[in-house]
């Protein structure tokens, strides 16, 4: 996976991969792991394409395809952080990033400013988790 920093002003580039990376081995166990990473893009299938080789759902860090009763691969929007790692080890090209609608995410400006949304967050999930 190569991805930039969630701020406005880089910081890093990530260039891990589900194997290896502890926060892609940590998301991956989470019921829905695209609401903790907030990227741009997601993937989608071109069912008329696609051939069922089941290419993606061993390349994808966060098992967001599924095989439906089409026997086509669906993409689990609450699974899928937009990486992109599946687009080019498709052999059939039947899957693309498709841009998610603006604004949905517009990323902090700095680090700092995107640790604060996160600790922002994460009281918000804290506060309804003990609601429930």
Known sequence: MLQASNTQKLF???CCCGCS??????AKKLEKPAQFFLTHYYSTVDPDLCTACHTCENVC???AFVFGDSGVAEVNRDRCIGCGVCVPKCPTEAIH???KPTPEYIPPVNMIDMYRE???????LQKLKGQN
């Open 97 to 99: 990033l498709v841009r």
């Open 21 to 26: 990376c502890e926060v892609l081995s940590n």
């Open 118 to 124: 996160i600790a922002r967050k994460r009281a918000e």
């Open 61 to 63: 860090p966060m098992d």
């Open 12 to 14: 890093c580039l990530c």
